[in-house]
């Protein structure tokens, strides 16, 4: 059984950064499939989902959605089992609960992750709220 924890949600004023941490249990790494990937979501207030930036768990490439290139960074720590998220130049309208999940099965392409409907584990997320 796989369980996703994020953690490093907080408050902060607009201009700032912070970094989030999904801590995986139960997911490994080294016997992911080759086309296995991680994401990040959030959600605002009101708002639908929406799909930030994904990882292939193998390889490490990424993906970013449009709104929010350049200013987000997804990374991972195979050895720690644990996915990351900077985020930079914090923006009130980026005030919303930060999700991560997994896919185990594999992908087509991570364009499909940050879909979510494809992924099958998912964390309680974590709540960022910025400042103006």
């Known amino acids: 059984q796989v369980q996703l924890v994020e953690s490093g949600g907080g408050s902060v004023q607009s201009g700032g950064s912070l970094r989030l941490s999904c801590a995986a249990s139960?997911?490994?790494?080294?016997?992911?499939?080759?086309?296995?990937?991680m994401a990040w979501f959030r959600q605002a207030p009101g708002k639908e989902r929406e799909g930030l930036a994904a990882?292939?768990?193998?390889?490490?490439?990424?993906y970013y959605h449009e709104s929010v290139k350049g200013r987000l960074a997804i990374s991972q720590d195979s050895a720690k089992n644990t996915l990351y998220l900077q985020l930079n130049n914090l923006k009130p309208e980026d005030t919303a609960t930060y999700y991560c999940a997994a896919n185990t099965k594999g992908v087509g392409g991570l364009w499909q992750c940050i879909l979510g409907g494809t992924m099958d584990y998912w964390g309680k997320g974590t709540l960022v709220t910025i400042s103006s």
């Open positions: 139960g997911y490994s790494y080294s016997t992911a499939s080759s086309s296995s990937c």
């Open positions: 990882i292939y768990t193998i390889g490490g490439h990424t």
